[in-house]
């Protein structure tokens, strides 16, 4: 038994006695009952030495309990506590020296205790300097803190939040050690190393009540600051979202580089195939990806624009045409109109970058969202969302520095531009006021020369005629003073030529006519080499790419086409069309100006108890599916157009129509597509639609048939669909 048990087994025996008293004892020696109690007592003794002696074994193994979830907690609150409790300590020390310092006529005694104590204190000191620093920081922060901002932004508060489970298992297992400690005491209430262990655990489990709640109220302000951070994100993506020429701009070249990569995958794919052995079902997957691929290098080709920049057609302002000459004072007003234009075309341009600097900003600050959020929210990859962002905002502010800078260069071209022509009016206008002023004086001195005739030739014939003589000299007069001063203006040199040549363009009609056509077509711009037109002429149609425009006649390669196939059966022939053909035939251009996608029509009839709803939809989603491109193409073509034509209707959706037909329903698509490529899109959307159509138990594609029905028998109905089925 241990110096503790032997001390407990004493005092229990005291305590006996005095409630014994000497009834228990006869003669000096103890009786019968006297050494019942005895050996009760000692039993007494044994259960509590063996009750302690479990609850220490308990209390090591709960010290020497392992656990790597714990041990940061354990950490930083077994420095946090031991670093209170000892500078409490060193506080007393301090105040014990303070007070024996302070007493007159100093005994070697108290001297040497102030000695002692100052050691002491030296000691605890040396020690409080060897606790982890980092540590005290951790626990103070929570229950000191200085900004709830900075405090959930923390790296310190995000390291130990995730570990908030941990902290309670930690809590539940200093509340077994208080226990435990708390039992002890009652076996031995004046071991000190108890109560200091008691002392450290409470105030152990203090820390941690404490944290837990400043722990929750940061998860709810945290919790709250990232609900009103998505709120603002939701909204700048609402506004990014928007109709915006840039970010559709950006979207076509992301197309086109999904198209290109596809297209590069495919191309992949094929090679693979090739070198296999050949075989049905690699012939059929081949002359799959190889329509696919047509389509897809079709699509490449209307997005080339977009291939090198995203906004390169954006960045580059309008074309300054020619400055006009002004030589005559009609041109006064041709200047004031170009003028008028080339600034409009600077608004526009800046407006453009306006518009730009508006989005890039909107970009900007869903950037700092993001950033704000990735600090505050671990459940979404923010990272991998600011990385994307960062390349598009990029792009963006690059784009934004070459506005700017092509901005000042057109600026000061069109500064100087506006420069020359109002000089050039300045000039017109003084000359016009010079001839003027010579006109005027002639009118006024042939108005006094007809007042002294009139005064001094009384004869009316011999008046008259000196009347007519005054008039056409005044009349010629003026017209030398026109003519000598505008003679320079090549306008009446090509007048004077056009009637001196009008003799010879009647004897060659057709080739000056064509001539003139070629005019027409150069400078109306109409048609241009690469363009595919049509023409018709007696009954039969031609249809070709544009190989050449001559001064008299145009030169056009006939494609396979639908017109080849519908109607002449034969392709590939070089046609020449006479020039003159544009004021007396009908020539139309499939690909005027950037408008290079025609409308396209498919039709299948089906019988009438099809479901004619149900099939209708099907070859709607076809067309949309195959479609979809050259339907974003064309509209952004279709808004360019506007400036320069009056267009009511620019729908480019496919579009469905339903007909009642002499042997069913006919289901009409129409859809838009590549003008040099529509029979390709059409063959595929053809077959697509075929098998749609073959696996539907409800539709049936019609043909001609006949049907007879009995007197009494009911008409057919047409399938309705059932509910729920799409029609």
Not at 213 to 242: F, P
Not at 288 to 296: D, F, T
Not at 545 to 562: A, G, N, Q
Request: hydrophobic share 40%; charged share 30%; aromatic share 8%.
């Amino acid at each position: 038994m241990n110096g503790s048990g032997a001390h407990e087994m004493k005092r229990l025996l005291l305590t006996l006695l005095l409630v014994l008293g000497p009834s228990g004892w006869a003669d000096g020696k103890p009786t019968e009952t006297n050494a019942t109690v005895a050996e009760a007592a000692a039993v007494s003794a044994a259960s509590q030495a063996e009750r302690k002696a479990r609850l220490l074994a308990e209390l090591k193994a709960l010290d020497t309990q392992k656990d790597e979830e714990l041990e940061p907690w354990r950490h930083v609150l077994d420095a946090y506590v031991h670093y209170a409790l000892l500078q409490k300590d060193l506080d007393d020390t301090s105040r014990k020296i303070q007070q024996l310092a302070g007493e007159q006529n100093l005994s070697k005694k108290t001297e040497a205790a102030i000695a002692s104590l100052r050691s002491s204190e030296k000691a605890m000191t040396k020690k409080l300097r060897t606790i982890d620093a980092e540590a005290l920081k951790a626990v103070t922060f929570y229950l000191s803190p200085t900004s709830s901002e900075l405090s959930i932004n923390d790296r310190m508060y995000r390291t130990f939040e995730a570990r908030a489970q941990a902290l309670e298992k930690l809590k539940q297992r200093l509340q077994q050690r208080r226990d435990l400690l708390n039992s002890l005491l009652q076996l031995d209430p004046e071991n000190r190393t108890y109560e200091q262990q008691l002392l450290q655990t409470r105030r152990e489990l203090d820390v941690i009540t404490r944290i837990q709640e400043r722990l929750h109220a940061l998860s709810d302000m945290r919790l709250t600051k990232v609900n009103d951070l998505r709120r603002q994100l939701s909204e700048v993506e609402g506004l990014l979202g928007k109709d915006n020429i840039w970010q559709k701009s950006y979207n076509t070249y992301l197309t086109y580089m999904e198209v290109k990569h596809e297209l590069e995958k495919i191309d992949g794919e094929i090679k693979k195939l090739e070198h296999r052995k050949p075989t049905t079902a690699t012939a059929e997957r081949i002359d799959s990806l190889m329509a696919r691929q047509r389509i897809l290098t079709d699509q490449l080709a209307l997005l080339q624009s977009h291939g090198t920049s995203p906004f390169a057609e954006l960045l580059k302002p309008a074309e300054i045409e020619e400055m006009p000459k002004i030589t005559n004072p009609i041109d006064i007003f041709s200047g004031f109109s170009f003028n008028k234009k080339i600034g409009q075309q600077l608004k526009d341009y800046r407006e453009r970058g306006e518009e730009l600097k508006k989005y890039l900003d909107l970009l900007l600050k869903k950037r700092k969202l993001l950033e704000r959020l990735a600090t505050m929210d671990t459940s979404e990859n923010y990272l991998a969302l600011i990385d994307e962002l960062d390349q598009k905002i990029e792009k963006y502010e690059t784009a934004y520095s070459t506005v700017q800078d092509t901005a000042n260069v057109y600026a000061k071209r069109i500064e100087e531009i506006e420069l020359k022509i109002n000089k050039a009016i300045e000039e017109q206008l003084y000359k016009l006021a010079n001839i003027g002023g010579i006109i005027l004086f002639l009118l006024i001195f042939f108005f006094i020369m007809k007042q002294i005739a009139k005064k001094y030739i009384s004869d009316n014939e011999r008046f008259y005629m000196a009347n007519k003589v005054i008039t056409f000299a005044n009349i010629t007069l003026i017209l030398l003073v026109l003519l000598f001063n505008y003679i320079e203006n090549v306008s009446y040199v090509v007048t004077v030529l056009g009637f001196a040549s009008a003799g010879i363009a009647i004897a060659m009609k057709d080739w000056f006519m064509s001539m003139l056509g070629w005019l027409v077509i150069v400078f109306g711009g109409s048609i241009h080499v690469g363009d595919r037109i049509r023409v018709d002429k007696d009954g039969m149609k031609y249809v070709g790419d544009v190989l050449d425009i001559s001064l008299l006649r145009i030169t056009v390669l006939e494609d396979i086409t639908l017109t080849s196939y519908m109607h002449n059966r034969r392709a590939g022939r070089v046609i020449f069309i006479p020039n003159n053909y544009i004021f007396t035939h009908m020539i139309a251009n499939y690909t005027h100006v950037s408008l290079k996608t025609v409308w396209d029509g498919i039709d299948i009839t089906i019988t009438f108890d099809s479901n004619h709803k149900k099939a209708a939809h099907i070859a709607k989603e076809i067309t949309r599916k195959y479609a979809k491109g050259y339907t974003d193409i064309t509209r952004n073509q279709l808004n360019k157009l506007r400036s320069r034509y009056n267009l009511k209707n620019i729908n480019v959706d496919p579009r469905i129509y339903t007909f009642i037909e002499e042997n069913g329903v006919r289901i009409s698509a129409w859809y838009l597509t590549n003008a040099y490529a529509t029979l390709t899109l059409r063959s595929t959307i053809s077959m697509e639609i075929i098998d749609a159509f073959g696996t539907e138990d409800d539709i049936t594609i019609a043909y001609p048939t006949q049907r007879l029905r009995q007197k009494k028998e009911p008409l057919p109905q047409p399938h309705r669909g059932e509910e729920g089925e799409p029609v």
